[in-house]
């Protein structure tokens, strides 16, 4: 009698699955989008507002995907879900498109991101951010090919540690700047707030972009400990500590640079941080960022493969990849295949603007397959009404419909921006998206056969 293949066990703690939430989500985003946030709020009371809504939307998403991770967990996460919520055509272009688009162009943008402050303190020219990319994805892909789990997750939070630490060195410079007596920019009058903007809508779209990657955690739905209450303690905490963070973050910059200043800073960490400390700024603010992305490109490559070894396991002419390390608890073979895809996008990004061309790339997709995962919410209450939910999300089916509309309106504002500039990365990710039918018409050949 031959051996049952190895599977995931429950060895993970709530604490582990929400810190890399943490570090998925607070990434690069924090860095970019504030100013942008700031110039379409128009005052200070609706830049609050826009991260406010934000984390409450997010909230809402995090409440979905905890009754599905608890009622179907899997380590295929949103693979799963859309599995038995749309059947397995529409699940297997899911994993497609995590595997070719969604994680490893995050993967490679995060890269990129790292690359270019890397380039700064230590530059190498042109050909520096690609290099400092390349390397990082084989460092990272390599750093967890060590295990999970094994006693090594001392690492693990030491990463999210240095990224919380990044992001507080923006509060401390406001603190700094009470302490030497330096009042506001300006006031923040509640009594008195004006309505909000036309461009309110546009402050949201890019709040939201720095809230993305907290829902791919649900990887670890079969893994995490408490299979009862485990994913809906990590996902509520995760989110409401992104949120605490993302307020205090915006509040510094608010503090030390005014809605006007922000607004119209390309690099507010490091405007806010010279303001403070002087002749620091550089180094101090290239650190912050790179604990920041390095974090995030750690967690996006633990949760990302996972969704490959479930559809691999699936799919026996995938079966290559879809082997699970009992030893490491990891899955080695599509660590290796989602790295080896990240770095071809680092590869393209060289050839094409980089960071900007790769977040064109992966944007869509992910709000597309985002809403989806909402919208399977309604579709198993009604498909599986008898399977058990440990955990319900409240208001149903307000809250999931409200998810989904928010996904979609992300969905579009993305496909609008991509159009209207030169959308390079947004029709390969297309291209390769079109390309998962013919991968699928491959597979399906071989299972049949």
Not at 199 to 228: C, I, K, N
Not at 275 to 286: D, H, I, S
Not at 363 to 375: C, D, T
Not at 422 to 447: E, F, H, I, M
Request: hydrophobic fraction near 55%; glycine fraction near 10%.
């Amino acid at each position: 009698m031959s051996e049952a293949p190895a599977q995931p066990r429950r060895h993970v703690s709530s604490a582990y699955v929400a810190m890399l939430a943490v570090g998925m989500v607070v990434g690069a985003g924090i860095f970019r989008s504030p100013a942008l946030v700031a110039e379409a709020a128009g005052s200070p009371v609706w830049l609050f507002a826009a991260w406010l809504i934000g984390g409450i939307v997010t909230l809402i998403g995090a409440l979905c995907y905890a009754e599905l991770a608890t009622a179907f967990p899997h380590p295929g996460g949103d693979y799963h879900f859309l599995r038995l919520a749309f059947g397995s055509d529409w699940s297997f272009l899911f994993a497609w498109a995590r595997f070719t688009v969604i994680n490893s162009g995050s993967i490679a943008l995060l890269g990129y991101v790292l690359g270019d402050y890397l380039n700064v303190v230590v530059p190498l020219g042109e050909i520096g951010a690609p290099l400092y990319a390349a390397f990082s994805v084989v460092a990272l892909t390599g750093f967890n090919l060590r295990g999970a789990g094994q006693g090594n997750d001392a690492a693990d939070y030491g990463l999210t540690g240095l990224e919380i630490v990044g992001l507080l060195a923006m509060v401390a410079a406001a603190v700094a700047l009470i302490t030497q007596g330096v009042p506001a920019v300006e006031g923040l009058d509640l009594a008195h707030a004006p309505g909000p903007p036309p461009g309110f809508g546009y402050a949201l779209v890019y709040a939201l972009l720095a809230f993305g990657g907290w829902s791919e955690v649900a990887t670890l739905s079969a893994e995490v400990r408490d299979p009862r209450r485990g994913m809906v303690r990590a996902l509520v905490l995760a989110v409401a500590m992104i949120t605490a963070l993302y307020m205090a973050v915006n509040w510094a910059f608010w503090y030390g640079l005014g809605l006007e200043g922000l607004a119209a800073s390309s690099a507010p960490a490091a405007d806010l941080i010279a303001k403070a400390f002087g002749p620091w700024a550089r180094l101090v603010t290239a650190l912050a960022i790179a604990f920041a992305v390095i974090t995030s490109i750690n967690a996006t490559i633990v949760v990302g493969a996972r969704t490959t070894y479930a559809c691999a396991h699936d799919w026996p002419a995938l079966a290559r990849i879809g082997g699970w390390d009992e030893r490491r608890q990891i899955p080695t073979a599509a660590i290796w295949a989602q790295g080896l895809i990240s770095v071809a996008l680092v590869v393209f990004g060289a050839f094409y603007k980089g960071f900007s061309t790769l977040v064109d790339y992966t944007a869509p997709v992910y709000w597309l397959f985002l809403a989806m995962s909402g919208a399977a919410v309604i579709a198993l209450r009604l498909r599986q009404p008898r399977a058990v939910r440990p955990f319900k999300v409240p208001l149903y089916p307000i809250l999931p419909i409200v998810f989904v509309l928010s996904s979609l309106a992300m969905l579009a504002s993305s496909l609008s921006y991509v159009t209207s500039e030169s959308g390079a990365g947004a029709l390969v990710s297309l291209a390769v998206l079109g390309s998962g039918l013919l991968a699928l018409l491959a597979v399906r050949c071989v299972k049949t056969s």
